[in-house]
Nanobody, 122 residues
């Protein structure tokens, strides 16, 4: 089992920045990729970004590329999502997830955090 705990959500004005962190514990050696997903009210959960634990591979959705950066700290088993130039449409609950295969597909991620609310006011 892998446990994931997110932190760092909150309220920010449009154009501002927030940093989300996700700390993994348990059998983290079974996970190859860490991803961030988000779900806005009334919408389906969508892929945001992913980062390999073992290589430099990263992936971003078109809507956040150039504004968000996913990074890792292997020593702390933590993956961060730096979110800059935030827009009201970025408002959502953000989830981190751990998977064993490189993918943007939610169903290939085995473990999920509890979610962190990000609200961007206009």
């Amino acid at each position: 089992q892998v446990q994931l705990v997110e932190s760092g959500g909150g309220l920010v004005q449009a154009g501002g920045s927030l940093r989300l962190s996700c700390t993994a514990s348990g059998r983290t050696g079974s996970s190859y990729v860490m991803g961030w997903f988000r779900q806005a009210s009334g919408k389906e959960r969508e892929f945001v970004a992913a980062r390999s634990w073992t290589t430099s591979s990263t992936a971003y959705s078109d809507s956040v590329r150039g504004r968000f950066t996913i990074s890792r700290d292997n020593a702390k088993n933590t993956v961060n999502l730096q979110m800059n130039s935030l827009k009201p449409e970025d408002t959502a609950v953000y989830y981190c997830a751990a998977g064993s295969s490189w993918s943007r597909a939610q169903n290939l991620y085995n473990y999920w955090g509890q979610g962190a609310q990000v609200t961007v006011s206009s």
